[in-house]
């Protein structure tokens, strides 16, 4: 069930990592809504329109910019050329993400580093590369992927579970900062949720993790994209500066 929210119709949203899993359900969402999803590739110029058709397809508009969210440069350029001939931006889903599980000890620099570039410095540098069209742009909601893993702390997600603790304390700051413009920022933080990200899992690992949920079993991507689209919606107006989690119960 896909909740439906009117304000969302023709809103420019900016969707990072959506070409599959999360990201993907919520442009999807958001397309069938009417809203303009404008997304990020990295280079795959077929997949990228394909992308496109689908968003398209869903109802919606779309437009496809061309850059890594740990490139600034790239980034800075496609979404000021983009806010200053097509529309401002108003709504921002920082979902790019990667996770790598492995015990600290085993840990290389060099991961640390991607961990840390992509899911923390990834979401502030495109949350600053749109904060001067934010501030031109009407009703801003930016929503923020965390982790309940941020919250929680896991046993080999340490560099992982440090970057999505970041975006919390970002998260607050900016609603701090840019409130008195209306702009509000909130932080999702799933628990297991069925992407490529836990497909990766053992099976043996995966029970494990189910047993530990009360409501015995991974989330979808839908129920995430769901709770993006209310935070994303004016149904949320006086919400700034919140976590939420949606995790089946685990972190209860
Ligand atoms: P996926 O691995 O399925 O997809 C990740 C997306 O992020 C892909 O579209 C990928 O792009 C994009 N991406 C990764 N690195 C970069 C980069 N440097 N620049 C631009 N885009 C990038 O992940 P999920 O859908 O499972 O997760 C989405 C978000 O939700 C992540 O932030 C994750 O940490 C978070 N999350 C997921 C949970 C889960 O259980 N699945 C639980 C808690 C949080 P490309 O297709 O080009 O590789």
Do not use: W
Request: glycine letters at 10%.
């Amino acid at each position: 069930m896909i909740a439906t929210y009117s304000d969302l119709k023709n809103k420019v949203i900016l969707v990072t990592g959506a070409g599959r899993g999360i990201g993907k359900a919520i442009g999807l969402a958001l397309a069938s809504q009417g809203a303009h999803v404008v997304f990020n590739y990295r280079g795959d110029e077929a997949k990228a329109a394909g992308l496109k058709e689908e968003f398209e397809k869903a109802g919606g508009k779309a437009t496809g910019l061309k850059f890594d969210v740990t490139d600034y440069e790239a980034m800075t350029k496609a979404i000021d050329e983009f806010t200053k001939t097509v529309a401002p931006i108003s709504g921002l889903v920082n979902n790019a993400g990667i996770s790598k599980d492995t015990l600290l000890l085993r840990l290389k620099p060099d991961e640390i580093n991607s961990i840390i570039d992509t899911n923390l410095k990834g979401c502030m540098l495109v949350t600053q590369a749109l904060s001067r069209n934010f501030l031109r742009a009407e009703n801003v909601s930016i929503v923020n992927m965390g982790s309940i893993v941020g919250l929680m702390g896991n046993a080999s997600q340490a560099a992982y579970a440090a970057s999505k603790a970041g975006i919390i304390g970002f998260s607050k700051s900016v609603a701090k900062e840019l409130a008195s413009r209306n702009v509000r920022c909130n932080v999702i933080c799933p628990g297991f949720i069925q992407t490529e990200m836990t497909e990766a899992l053992n099976e043996k690992a995966k029970e494990e993790y189910s047993k530990a949920i009360p409501l015995a079993r991974f989330g979808t991507t839908d129920e995430v994209s769901n709770l993006t689209c209310f935070l994303l919606s004016q149904a949320s107006s006086y919400m700034t500066g919140e976590v939420l989690k949606i995790d089946g119960g685990l972190y209860i």
